[in-house]
Each structure stands twice: as C-alpha cells, then as structure tokens.
C-alpha cells in the first residue's frame, strides 16, 4: 500500500477478520404483492384479521438466483506454540515440552462458486482471503463446512481459485458481461460480513463509476492492481471475495476492497459508499489461468528497486546526480543475473522514469505498466545514469515465475544483506 499521504484503500479481508457485506438488501422496484387474508381469534374470544402480502421484486429475484453460490472462506494458519506459562495456562505446550504448531483461525472471507465439473466444484475468491493459509474451509449456504484445497492465487489481480467436493453444491454463479455496465444501474453485494456468522448478508446500491484504478500494496510487499468497478453497495470486512450482481442476478464483479478513510499528516477522514469490485470479464480471464497453471505468468525485468522520493536528498545529490527536474522515478538497486533488466544494459542505481509512454514515479505505477505487457514484448525503457539520460529495449523473455526462483536463490545466499536493507516496504522487486 502506497504510504504517501494517498487515500488509504483497505483491503476487506485480510488475516484478524475478514470483510463482509452487512444488513438487508432494500426492496424496490416491480414488486408483486399477493394479499393473503388470515383471520384469527383472541383469548376474549374476538376475532382479527391480519393482511400479509408475498413481496417479490427484481432484486429479490436476483438475489435469489445467486444466493446459494455464495460461499465463506475461512483462513486457518499455524501458530508455532511457546513455551512461556501463558502458552501452557492456554494450551499451547505438549505433554514433552516441545514446541508443537496448532492451526488457528486467522481470518474469513466469502467466495463465489462458479463452476461444477464432475466431482468437483470451483470456487473464486481474493488471494488477501487465502493468504497465508495452512488449511481453507469453505461454509456453504447451507450452513455445512467443507474442505477447500488451493489451486492457484495471484496476488496482483488479488483472485484465488479453491476447489472443493462438488457433490453437496446444487447451484453455481452465472457471470455477466462486465463490459456493458452503465454507471448508475442496481448493484447488489452478496457475502459474509464480519465473518461466518453473518453469511449470505445482501446490500444494495448502483454501480458509481467504472475503470476506477485501485492500486496498493499486501502484507507481503506485493503490488495489487485492479481496474475496478466502484459501487456505494455496504463492502464490509468479510465481503472480500464475494459477489457483486446485477439486478439478473448475474456475477459483474467480485468485491476486494474498500476506501474506509483518507489521510494525512493532520487526521484522516472516515469515507463511506467507495467500495471496489474486480470485473466478471477480468475475473473469468483470471481464474482460468488459475485453474490450468494454478498462477498467472507476467514479464519480469529482474531488478530489485525503490522509490527516489524515499531516499534522502544528500544521497541523490551525491551518488545519483540527478537535474533538478528528476523529482521522481524508481532507483534500481540491484540487477539480476540473466534477467532481461541486465541483458538491456540496465545497471544498478540507474533512475528508470518510464516504461514505454508511461511515466513511473514509484515502484508500484512501473509494476503496474509491467504488467499489461506480455513476456515476448519489447519495451523501452528510460532511465537517468550519472545524471545523464538514456533509453534502451528490454525484451521481455522471462516471467515473474523465473523471477521469484531467481529472488529466493538471492534470498538464502544473501540472508544477512537482506536484513540490512529494512526500508518499511517502499521497495519492491519485478
């Protein structure tokens, strides 16, 4: 997550509670009242009568028809017990002594089944809901618990794909054209907010913008990009990785994150109604991948980078010599062996200011631009080297796959470097 006195975006979902989508739909449009007239009688032995009417409406309907797809995800992760005397006292140290590491709870979310194949069903949900995971359970709309088993995940788009035993699942999601939303038409968001507890939870609102680029940064330094659709529909935590639908009751979006507040340096201001769905045309691009290769595979230049505004003046001035005009840009900090970054010719604390025609002041918008290349492009890069510019075509013939096999070979060899280079995670490799 960018921490330069941008709005903040908090991802609903991640591991301490996972967000959901909290209160009633609100029924409106078309309804179809059928009256049914009861009459009863007192204990005075006086009679009464009591009107009730069968209320039914689009939304109702929609809701109806992708209810039962809607699942929750619930986070286990390991916990290395202790041996203190609250770690006893809680029940966290075996009869021998040793360190044991028990499976707890660490988070929920919601998810969307969308697929039934034989045996098996699918279900999607966020990567930030999957996180970590030793073990996934998977609450169906009945109530009952399953076993989730991870397929694949992907942490800039922020999908997963879990699968799980189809043979109790009787309806999936049907997805809707993304592409043909209009800013204003229904939008309803089905999930579990604040957890389990509140499943199958449906609000309601319009679709307030589309193309809206939400882009931050995970728990693991990792960039999530979305290019989302942005509803006033309640995203709460727990909502993460359940539906957003049309008034069909077709999937248009699978809810990832929300605005809660901007800030400053002076207070932050609390924000409601700017939730962030991914598209259905996205999604479906996405989890198809997932399902095949259990990741998605994207250009890497291999380098490791930070931003410049996050290194202090005297050092630019002394060692980067930039002009005065170079306020920003990404600083490589070190290049990796056989990656194309260095077979273009890039070096270590060269300042890149763009790839191809777009500008790339951090880390973040370079990854982001990185990313809508494919591996076998060629992209120009420019960069400032001893205060002089200069270009040069990267051919983009590795993936982020290689990259991070070449990262953890780094990683092990260069562990106590590593360490030295704590920067509050403003930096970030591709």
């Known amino acids: 997550m960018a921490k330069n006195n941008f709005i903040g975006t908090v991802l609903a979902g991640v591991a301490g509670g996972a967000l959901a989508l909290g209160g009633n739909a609100v029924y409106q449009n078309n309804f179809a009242n059928t009256p049914s007239t009861t009459t009863t009688t007192t204990n005075n032995g006086k009679s009464a009568t009591k009107v009730s009417y069968v209320v039914e409406s689009d939304t109702t309907k929609a809701i109806d028809k992708v209810s039962d797809a809607v699942v ?173 639908i049309n008034i069909k009751g077709q999937v248009i979006g699978i809810n990832s994150s929300k605005i809660a507040s901007t800030s400053s340096s002076v207070n932050g201001i609390s924000v409601e109604g700017m939730g962030f769905a991914i598209p259905s045309n996205d999604v479906q691009s996405i989890i198809a991948k997932l399902e095949k290769d259990g990741q998605v595979s994207r250009p890497a230049l291999g380098i490791e980078m930070r931003n410049l505004t996050d290194i202090p003046k005297e050092s630019i001035d002394k060692s980067l010599k930039l002009p005065e005009d170079v306020t920003s840009g990404v600083v490589v900090t070190n290049v990796q062996s056989n990656m194309p970054a260095e077979k273009a010719g890039l070096k270590k604390y060269d300042v890149i200011t763009k790839l191809g025609d777009v500008d790339t002041p951090t880390y973040i918008e370079l990854q982001s631009a990185l990313y809508k290349l494919n591996i076998g492009d060629t992209v120009k890069v420019t960069y400032y080297r001893n205060g002089k510019k200069g270009t040069t075509d990267v051919k983009l013939t590795e993936s982020n796959k290689n990259l991070k096999q070449t990262q953890s070979n780094n990683d092990s060899k260069e562990q106590n470097s590593d360490d030295q280079k704590q920067d509050g995670g403003n930096s970030g490799r591709n």
Do not use: C, W
């Open 72 to 244: 929750s995800v619930i986070n286990y992760q390991k916990k290395q017990s202790g041996t203190s005397l609250e770690d006893f006292l809680n029940g966290n140290f075996d009869q021998t002594g040793n360190d044991d590491a028990k499976e707890e709870e660490a988070g929920e979310g919601s998810g969307v089944i969308y697929k039934k194949d034989g045996k098996t069903a699918y279900v999607v949900t966020n990567n930030h809901v999957v996180e970590g995971a030793s073990s996934l359970e998977v609450m169906l709309s009945t109530g009952e618990k399953v076993k989730g088993e991870l397929v694949g995940k992907d942490a800039f788009s922020d999908l997963a794909v879990i699968k799980i035993d189809g043979s109790k699942v009787k309806n999936t999601a049907e997805f809707g054209d993304s592409s043909t939303l209009k800013v204003g038409e229904p939008a309803i968001a089905i999930g579990s907010p604040l957890g389990s507890q509140y499943a199958n939870s449906a609000t309601q609102g319009i679709i307030s913008s589309l193309n809206r680029q939400v882009t931050s940064q995970n728990d693991n330094r990792e960039t999530v990009s979305i290019n989302a659709i942005q509803t006033d529909a309640a995203i709460n935590p727990g909502n993460s990785g359940g539906a957003l």
